[in-house]
């Protein structure tokens, strides 16, 4: 005897492996572009330390010829290197009025680029007005 049953469709149900292999994809290519902005903000680290440090050691300057002017002390420009930065300093006369003074700090340091002996150099320069 032969049976003659209605013949029923193939129906999926669930995840096959083709959609697996998508978002297996997918989760991969995330996790990819998320790994390579995080080696990037690593490599500006330095930069932005370096930045923070000169900030900082400019307002140190500013401080310290504060003091020396309170004191009598004439100053009206100089240079020091101190961790690696070298700060130069200008006092300037009549500027931007007459009877006033501008005090200007510069600040240099160098961060290696990328192993070479060619260093690019970065500065912070800070005039400031009574």
């Given at each position: 005897?032969?049976?003659?049953?209605?013949?029923?469709?193939?129906?999926?149900?669930?995840?096959?492996?083709?959609h697996f292999h998508f978002l297996l994809l997918i989760v991969t290519l995330a996790l990819l572009g998320f790994s390579a902005r995080a080696i990037s903000k690593m490599g500006s680290d330095?930069?932005?330390?370096?930045?923070?440090?000169?900030?900082?050691?400019i307002q140190n300057k500013m401080q310290e010829l504060?003091?020396?002017?309170?004191?009598?002390?004439?100053?009206?420009?100089?240079?020091?290197?101190?961790?690696?930065?070298?700060?130069?300093?200008?006092?300037?006369?009549?500027?931007?009025?007459?009877?006033n003074k501008t005090l200007t700090i510069k600040i240099l340091w160098s961060l290696p680029n990328g192993g070479t002996p060619k260093s690019l150099q970065h500065q912070v320069v800070l005039p400031t007005h009574p």
């Open positions: 005897m032969v049976n003659c049953a209605p013949r029923q469709k193939f129906v999926t149900r669930g995840w096959t492996l083709i330095p930069t932005t330390m370096m930045s923070a440090k000169a900030i900082r050691l504060y003091q020396q002017h309170m004191y009598g002390k004439a100053i009206d420009q100089g240079h020091d290197q101190i961790e690696g930065y070298k700060r130069e300093w200008k006092i300037s006369e009549n500027q931007p009025l007459s009877g």
